[in-house]
């Protein structure tokens, strides 16, 4: 296990090596099965919308593989506070409860809640903030009557209001623009895979990406990416969006 911090004592990177046990490593990998079609889906529906949706960073070989976004509340692409207000992601909008993404919610509330424990642990100002911006947002919610959001937010267990499943996907180096700067974003790396290198290429930084390890980052400060490999390889890559605590005013 490895903390990084900055000059000022500011921790930017934790990495945590067998953070997950084999059996709630099985159970993440086992829930991806409820989002095979949205994640098929994916593929099919590629298009000019960044590297996410790049075919050439996806596994070909494969029974599983896709890359979706799952959010109770955010804003669209080229919206933000003022004057717009955060929707449901697509996947989680009333009407599409039999695509999986809904039952997969559901089925990760004990993990979500080990997650976010995590997260009270690491960064308790962090988690502080994620719940406020949460509440808030439920309670805004009600005065909107915003129906999709008020069916989704009693179900999601995570601090993190954003999830993004990548699944059988290579990720190109990278700075993730939606957060802050002092946030941490948390990477979960489940599968069977052979050995796999996280790099943060700036730092000359290269951690061994084992099935079980998880990162938590600055992802708007560090560039990252992660190769190609042979096996099954899923990371789960939660994080909170800036103009969405701005909006409720956390």
Not at 2 to 13: F, P, Q, R, S, Y
Request: charged share 15%; hydrophobic share 40%; aromatic share 10%.
């Amino acid at each position: 296990p490895t903390a990084l911090l900055d000059g000022d004592g500011n921790i930017k990177l934790w990495y945590l090596p067998g953070a997950i046990d084999p059996m709630h490593q099985k159970n993440v990998w086992d829930s991806l099965n409820l989002l095979r079609v949205p994640l098929e889906e994916s593929i099919k529906k590629l298009c000019n919308h960044g590297w996410r949706n790049d075919q050439l960073l996806f596994r070909e070989t494969t029974d599983l593989v896709g890359s979706i976004d799952l959010s109770p509340g955010w804003y669209q692409q080229g919206h933000g506070p003022p004057d717009f207000h955060p929707e449901v992601s697509r996947l989680l909008k009333s009407g599409r409860e039999h695509n999986g993404a809904w039952q997969w919610v559901n089925e990760m509330s004990e993990f979500h809640v080990l997650l976010s424990g995590m997260l009270a642990i690491i960064h308790p100002r962090m988690y502080a903030a994620g719940w406020e911006a949460l509440i808030q947002l439920d309670m805004e919610v009600k005065r909107r009557e915003d129906m999709d959001m008020s069916s989704i937010l009693p179900s999601w267990n995570s601090v993190y209001n954003s999830v993004s499943i990548m699944v059988n996907c290579a990720t190109p180096y990278h700075m993730d623009v939606n957060g802050w700067e002092l946030w941490l974003d948390m990477l979960v790396s489940v599968g069977d895979y052979p050995p796999l290198d996280f790099v943060v290429p700036t730092l000359n930084l290269w951690f061994r990406y084992n099935p079980g390890t998880i990162i938590t980052m600055s992802g708007s400060a560090l560039e990252h990416g992660v190769g190609h490999t042979n096996g099954n390889h899923a990371c789960l890559a939660y994080y909170m969006r800036h103009n969405v605590h701005q909006s409720v005013g956390v």
